[in-house]
């Protein structure tokens, strides 16, 4: 008798074992995975422009150097994860025309403006915290070669999350004018990064068969509620005011309550009406045409290679 193959795969989801590209899953599955997958590598890919941005301008070579290599890896996540995807049956082709043509979706997060060096240190602290956040639990996520993308992925992240800090810290003790640089930074950033982690729960399409497939192992208010918990004591440490008025500790909850959430402006930015979507967009859709002679160039070689290995 033939095992039935949903049954399997249910088993395994519950067994905490992980599913792997020749394996059979439900088509909905893999849908939800390839849509996950893509945009996070588009995230990746479109979130190197804020920071390329800055690199020209870094203070001293060393923070240049350390910018550089950020955004170097970002390059690498972004590759990774377009490589997971491609495991089930997603184009590569076809996801960059998705990307380019607007239709697929990419981090809202991406498509705000960086105006000072501040900026790399509200980056690194509070967008790469929160990407950690999010993407730690994912390391245990029920798709094998995500969840190992991941391992890699959030050692970096760690890194960059801390390079974010260690300029905040610098600003923060600096002059006057390098603490406000730095709290201007953070009142621009802080509530765009609460909007990372995605529609409250209860208008979260996605969340509950996520869930249950165990491709998300939080969701998307509890990883929200985790990062203000963890990054409240680093902004004191700083120095810092986050800008909420209504963020206070909750003794009965054990965790800080906070305000709303403007989400007319994280859907509009989604739709592609923020800041600088268009420029985002553009920026990736010249270094595409500026790329296309080492596309073809690297496929001639690669004919002529094996051409001259069947020989
Ligand atoms: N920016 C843009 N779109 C978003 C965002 C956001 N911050 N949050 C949610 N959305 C989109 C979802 O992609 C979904 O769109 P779709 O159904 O058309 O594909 C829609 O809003 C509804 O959201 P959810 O139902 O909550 O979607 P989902 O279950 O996929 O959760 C989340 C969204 C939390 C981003 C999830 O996809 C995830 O954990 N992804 C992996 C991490 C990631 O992509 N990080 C990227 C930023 S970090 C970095 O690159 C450094």
């Not at 969340?207 to 491709?215: E, R, Y």
């Not at 600088?276 to 296309?292: D, I, T, V």
């Amino acid at each position: 008798q033939t095992p039935d193959p949903q049954l399997q795969f249910d088993l395994k989801v519950a067994d905490e074992q992980r599913i792997e590209p020749k394996d059979w899953m439900p088509e909905p599955y893999r849908r939800t995975l390839i849509r996950q997958i893509s945009q996070h590598a588009h995230s990746e890919i479109v979130g190197m422009l804020p920071e390329g941005n800055w690199i020209t301008r870094a203070p001293s070579l060393r923070r240049k150097a350390v910018l550089l290599a950020k955004v170097q890896d970002e390059a690498g996540h972004g590759l990774y994860l377009y490589s997971a995807a491609e495991t089930l049956g997603a184009s590569r082709e076809q996801m960059i025309a998705d990307l380019h043509s607007g239709k697929a979706k990419y981090s809202s997060i991406f498509n705000y403006p960086t105006l000072s060096w501040a900026d790399m240190g509200a980056i690194g602290w509070l967008v790469d915290g929160a990407a950690i956040m999010n993407q730690v639990p994912l390391c245990r996520t029920s798709y094998g070669p995500y969840a190992r993308a991941m391992v890699r992925i959030c050692k970096e992240e760690s890194f960059h999350q801390r390079q974010g800090y260690e300029i905040m810290m610098t600003l923060a003790n600096g002059l006057k004018e390098q603490k406000d640089m730095a709290q201007d930074a953070l009142n621009r950033w802080w509530w765009p990064v609460l909007m990372m982690f995605g529609p409250k729960d209860d208008e979260s399409p996605n969340t509950a068969q996520s869930m249950q497939w165990k491709i998300k192992r939080f969701t998307n208010d509890e990883l929200r509620q985790k990062f203000v918990d963890a990054t409240v004591p680093q902004a004191e440490y700083l120095g810092l005011t986050i800008p909420d008025p209504d963020l206070k500790w909750n003794e009965a909850r054990g965790h800080y309550d906070f305000g709303a959430i403007n989400w007319d402006e994280f859907w509009e930015v989604v739709k592609g009406n923020g800041p600088c979507n268009r420029q985002r967009l553009e920026a990736r859709q010249k270094a595409h045409a500026e790329g296309e002679w080492v596309r073809e160039a690297a496929l001639v070689y690669a004919k002529k290679r094996e051409m001259r290995d069947e020989r």
